[in-house]
């Protein structure tokens, strides 16, 4: 059940991250729809915001200890007792792994251009947004980012999908129900928390300890 488990939050935190990217195309496709003559259109603060947005960056924390766990311990094969299982399981941690290097491709790509737009000249330094904002979309370089971005964006989309089917149909066969793994996940996040006062004290507890010693 960890593993399920582990399959969802991982699925969560993914369309989180294609939600997000969803949010930059649309932005993006809009500023480069207006080039060269109408970027005005959009107003100083949405092309701001498209300046930010094309240069932000999200570091990705993956903890890959369950999967490390279900790939090597034979014991946790065993459990399942059931290979297609087992093979559904394995192929949602592969393809999750495409996903995140895919996106992490993406985005390195992304800031490479834009630190090159930036040592060439800082956003702040340009008269106004609009500026700012033209002088990224000329470059080659963010072109090719947005010519492939929205393409992108699909592909990961369609392969998540498939990764959500396999871990739905998983929970179906193992007849584990989505309110048992939230369950799970709670206990998770209240061990993680739970840390016992005695391992708690202050330096000042200490002092006050030694105090009444003496």
Not at 97 to 104: A, F, S
Not at 150 to 170: A, F, P, Y
Request: overall charge negative; glycine content about 4%; some cysteine.
């Amino acid at each position: 059940m960890l593993t399920l488990h582990n399959l969802d939050a991982s699925t969560r935190n993914m369309q989180t991250l294609l939600d997000e990217l969803q949010q930059y195309d649309t932005l993006f496709t809009r500023a480069a729809s207006l080039m060269p003559d109408r970027l005005g259109q959009m107003g100083s603060d949405s092309l701001q915001m498209f300046v930010n947005a094309f240069g932000s960056r999200r570091l990705l924390m993956t903890d890959h200890t369950t999967s490390s766990i279900f790939s090597n311990s034979f014991e946790v094969w065993q459990c399942l007792d059931d290979e297609k299982v087992i093979g559904r399981i394995g192929n949602c941690y592969s393809v999750l792994d495409v996903c995140r290097k895919e996106y992490l491709r993406m985005e390195e790509l992304r800031q490479k251009a834009y630190q090159a737009y930036w040592h060439e000249c800082p956003p702040m330094d340009y008269p106004d947004a609009e500026k700012a904002a033209k002088a990224l979309l000329e470059r080659y370089d963010v072109r090719y980012v947005l010519s492939i971005h929205s393409n992108v964006i699909q592909m990961l989309k369609h392969t998540h999908g498939i990764v959500c089917q396999l871990n739905e149909r998983n929970k179906q066969v193992l007849h584990i129900t989505q309110e048992e793994l939230d369950e799970v996940g709670k206990l998770l996040e209240q061990n993680s928390y739970n840390i016992k006062s005695d391992d708690m004290q202050t330096p000042e507890n200490n002092l006050n300890e030694n105090e009444v010693n003496e």
